[in-house]
């Protein structure tokens, strides 16, 4: 599956929409979704809390036969984005790297 077709839907709460948001956390998203084998949707939870002033980004990456889930709390959106972005990326590589080593130890399990 090609990672421009894969569904991203994102949910305000207490903010606004606008394109520079969806814009810089479509461009972040696409490039963690490289390292994420299999991915069939992406579920996005933008926040606000009015009396803490803070901004949370909670991600959700549902793929073949697993779900990765990042949260970031921050006092900008941007910065929360680019942390929980980062967070995806940090599993979604350790994700990338079980998957290899299993189907590495399943083809010497057949081979021995």
């Known amino acids: 599956m090609n990672h421009t077709e894969v569904p991203i839907s994102v949910t ?8 520079a948001i969806r814009e810089h956390l479509d461009k972040k998203l696409l490039h963690v ?3 994420v084998p299999a991915v069939t949707d992406v579920h996005v939870i933008l926040g606000a ?10 991600i959700v ?12 709390e921050e006092q900008d959106l941007y910065t929360a ?8 990326d940090a599993q979604a590589s350790k ?16 081979a021995g």
């Open 95 to 110: 994700l990338k790297g079980r998957v290899v080593n299993e189907s590495r130890r399943s083809s010497a399990r057949k």
């Open 49 to 58: 809390e009015k009396h803490h002033q803070r901004k949370t980004c909670e």
């Open 12 to 19: 305000f709460r207490h903010l606004d929409s606008t394109d």
């Open 61 to 72: 990456v549902h793929a073949s036969h697993t779900q990765l889930t990042v949260h970031d």
């Open 33 to 35: 979704l490289k390292h």
């Open 81 to 88: 984005i680019d942390r929980a972005t980062a967070k995806l």
